[in-house]
């Protein structure tokens, strides 16, 4: 499994975002992905996932703002971040199907909220 990611950088508070995690070596459209996020000294956190069928979750921390979803044409998962704050400033990473190997993991992007 290698999962890419792109997007990230920073952004004024109120700015927006979006983050791609390019997926290889896996069946993509049997597969879910999970966004999360670890911010400093704070341990990792789940953002949104995106089931194989479509079904997302969002949670409430980012619930009306943050958008999690797939084109499995391009076998890429999106997060699109809007009305971004301060505290949604961390490392964000892309997961596939739940695993806890780090090849399930995409290699992390920083996105900072600052003005």
């Known amino acids: 499994v290698q999962l890419v990611q792109s997007g990230g950088g920073l952004v004024q508070p109120g700015g927006s975002l979006r983050l791609s995690c390019g997926a290889s070596g896996v069946t993509f459209t049997s597969v879910a992905f999970d966004w999360y996020r670890q911010a400093p000294g704070k341990g990792r956190e789940l953002v949104a996932g995106i089931t194989a069928s479509g079904r997302t979750l969002v949670m409430p921390s980012v619930k009306g703002r943050f958008t999690i979803a797939r084109d499995n044409d391009k076998n890429t998962v999106y997060l699109q971040m809007n009305s971004l704050k301060v505290e949604d400033t961390a490392v964000y990473y892309c997961?596939?199907?739940?695993?806890?190997?780090?090849?399930?993991w995409g290699q992390g992007t920083q996105v900072t909220v600052s003005s």
């Open positions: 997961n596939a199907d739940g695993g806890s190997d780090p090849a399930y």
